[in-house]
């Protein structure tokens, strides 16, 4: 059942490329130019006219929540918020009918989230459900949705229903900005191309297993861990604290990479692995400074950089190389390695993979 693998995370994480081009399948048309997804269509005069769209979500879910908004704002100008499911439930949020809300959901089951569907329903909102679990809960609930195809996600950490939410709302925001005409011809049809050799790249990342092995067995028993990014890779960062600290109990914390001078830097020495995020594309000059200020209090680097850099590499104490994408498209290929890194680590620890302490699956009660 665990196809020759020694955990459900790991094989969930392996059949990242396959599930993300099973999420694309008849919906991403790159050499017509098209992108085909009924619920979309359906609905798209409630997406054009929408004033705003806010994305409710828990956890992982959440952090695919972000990657969004920053997705969603550059392609389609479009306002987006992004909320805790928990927070915007209990804290009476102006809703309107002109707001469009995105719900994402793995399991479709998650109680908060659920719940703030409702609210949104009761303002007079349009609700559209971002789910792989077809006949879910939340799947019923919301007025449309577009369903993710990881396939069932058996391990409690998230990891293919992340890079295929993200896909399902890339393909989303790409459909929206062609219909408002906010990116230019060439760059949607140079997304469309890149989205389609996504797989590809998912799988070279994949190749990065062994080079994480080996960092996670010089890091396996640190206390802290902390994960810079920017941009579209901030939420990665998250995404990737998140991962360690559920299935090694590792405290880990992602911050955006220039939130560190307001604080965390404090807790840089000798001892304190950062983990960083840096591919060329984006603000690779930024964090470049950002990885000196590290080095200059002792912290220790690992840096996630795209295959060729010499630049931090002058500058890491280790690298692991992913391939190039823009940067966009990026945390589909970031969040490979920081997986892998978070899984050699906990299985290295002794913990329990697939089942960490205190954590279940869905969330159905709050
Ligand atoms: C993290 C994780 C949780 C879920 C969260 C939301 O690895 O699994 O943080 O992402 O409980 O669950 P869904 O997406 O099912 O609503």
């Not at 692991?320 to 994408?325: F, Q």
């Given at each position: ?7 459900f ?6 059949e990242q490329?396959?599930?993300?081009t ?21 609905n798209l005069e409630?997406?054009?006219?929408a004033?705003r769209i806010?994305i ?11 990657v969004?908004e ?9 306002p987006?918020?992004?909320?805790y499911a928990?927070?915007?439930r209990?804290?009476?949020?102006i ?5 469009v809300?995105?719900a994402?959901?793995?399991s479709g089951?998650?109680a ?5 569907i409702k609210?949104a ?6 609700v559209?459900?971002?789910c792989n679990v ?11 949705g577009?369903h993710?195809?990881a ?12 890079t295929t939410?993200?896909?399902v709302?890339i ?17 949607f049809?140079?997304y469309?191309?890149e ?10 990342a994949?190749?990065t297993?062994?080079?994480a092995?080996?960092?996670a067995a010089i ?8 994960y ?16 360690l600290?559920?299935?090694?109990y590792?405290?880990?914390e992602?911050?955006p990479?220039?939130?560190m001078?307001?604080?965390p ?10 983990i960083?995020?840096?591919p060329?594309?984006?603000h690779?000059?930024k964090?470049?400074s ?10 220790i680097?690992?840096?996630?950089v795209?295959?060729?850099?010499t ?8 690298i ?6 823009s940067?966009a498209l990026?945390?589909l290929?970031?969040?490979i ?14 913990c329990?993979v697939?089942q ?5 699956k869905?969330?159905t009660?709050e």
């Open positions: 059942e665990k196809g020759g693998y020694d955990h995370m790991l094989k969930e994480i392996y490329p396959s599930v993300i099973d999420t694309y399948r008849g919906r991403l048309h790159a050499n017509e130019g098209i992108i085909q997804m009924s619920g979309v269509e359906d409630k997406f054009l006219n004033e806010i409710v979500a828990c956890g992982t879910s959440w952090h695919a929540g972000l969004a920053y997705i969603f704002e550059e392609f389609t100008r479009i987006v918020e992004v909320e928990s927070e915007f209990y804290r009476n949020p809703i309107n009918r002109k707001d809300v995105i994402i959901s793995q089951e998650t908060d989230t659920m719940a703030a609210l329903k009761e303002k007079g909102a349009f559209y459900g971002v077809v006949g879910s809960s939340i799947s019923r609930e919301t007025h449309a577009s993710t195809h396939g069932p996600e058996i391990g409690v950490a998230s990891t293919k229903a992340f939410q993200i896909t709302l393909m989303m925001a790409l459909r929206l900005a062609k219909a408002k005409g906010t990116l230019s011809k060439t760059d049809h140079r469309l191309q989205l389609e050799i996504i797989p590809e790249k998912v799988k070279e994949l190749e297993d062994a080079k092995k080996e960092i890091f396996k028993n640190t206390q802290n861990c902390l810079l990014g920017r941009g579209y890779n901030f939420p990665v960062a998250l995404e990737g604290a998140l991962k600290k559920e299935i090694s590792i405290h880990a992602g911050y990479a220039a939130e001078k307001h604080g830097i404090a807790l840089i020495d000798e001892h304190m692995p950062v960083v995020i840096a060329k594309q984006g690779y000059d964090i470049v950002n990885i000196q200020e590290i080095k200059s209090r002792s912290g680097i690992i840096a996630v795209t295959k060729g850099d630049q931090v590499r002058g500058l890491a104490d280790y692991i190389e992913i391939p190039e994408t940067d990026s945390p290929i970031t969040t390695p920081l997986q892998l890194l978070s899984y050699h680590i906990a299985v290295m620890r002794g329990n697939d960490p302490r205190n954590l279940a869905s969330v009660v």
